[in-house]
T-cell receptor, first 115, second 113 residues
């Protein structure tokens, strides 16, 4: 069974600075996908970024980028130039071909961006 | 295009009461999912559906039933609510599984007293 671990329950960062959220996972599969979802106070889950395991290049979406280390089973999210609107709970999630239709989520990291 | 909608947004039940949560999507997605979110545990899959007329169990299916009579709707039922079912429930849909983005509804906060 797959597991996803986010070891930082809470983090804070000053506006305009850079912050990195950690995620590790455990799987025996070779082909899988990793995601970061954002959940602001409105509760709406929003996909931030996606990484295919077979791609060596790290995914990037504007101020959001990942550091994908397949051998270490690590998938961290870097937020550059943090904005107040980035304040949210961030979830790391894993999907593998043999896990059926189940996205496995980590416990979440509450990020607060301070002015 | 409303995306994924959920009804109701909030509900308080007494132990033993029943209720149905409605999820609707207007994106013509095949796959639909019900998750529950509890503090410190992320989201856990309750049931899912890979198409109209189909349902399957997820990680935590006990105490819940689902139906997918129409492609755009996915219903989650609690036949006899228990305090352990106090949670925030999210519905999601996707075109296909896994590699395709799951679009989430706004959630339903359910309290069972």
């Amino acid at each position: 069974a797959q597991t996803v671990t986010q070891s930082q329950p809470e983090m804070s960062v000053q506006e305009a600075e850079t912050v990195t959220l950690s995620c590790t996972y455990d799987t025996s599969e070779n082909n899988y996908y990793l995601f970061w979802y954002k959940q602001p106070p409105s509760r709406q889950m929003i996909l931030v970024i996606r990484q295919e395991a077979y791609k060596q290049q790290n995914a990037t979406e504007n101020r959001f980028s990942v550091n994908f280390q397949k051998a270490a089973k690590s998938f961290s999210l870097k937020i550059s130039d943090s904005q107040l609107g980035d304040t949210a709970m961030y979830f790391c999630a894993f999907w593998g071909g043999t896990s059926g239709s189940r996205l496995t989520f980590g416990e979440g990291t509450q990020l607060t961006v301070n002015p | 295009n409303a995306g994924v909608t959920q009804t109701p947004k909030f509900r308080v039940l007494k132990t033993g009461q029943s209720m149905t949560l409605l999820c609707a999507q207007d994106m013509n997605h095949e796959y639909m999912y019900w998750y529950r979110q509890d503090p410190g545990m992320g989201l856990r899959l309750i049931h899912y559906s890979v198409g109209e007329g189909t349902t399957a169990k997820g990680e935590v299916p006990d105490g819940y039933n689902v139906s997918r009579l129409k492609k755009q709707n996915f219903l989650l039922g609690l036949e006899s609510a228990a305090p352990s079912q106090t949670s925030v429930y999210f519905c999601a849909s996707s075109y296909e599984e896994g590699i395709h983005e799951q679009y989430f509804g706004p959630g339903t906060r359910l309290t069972v007293t």
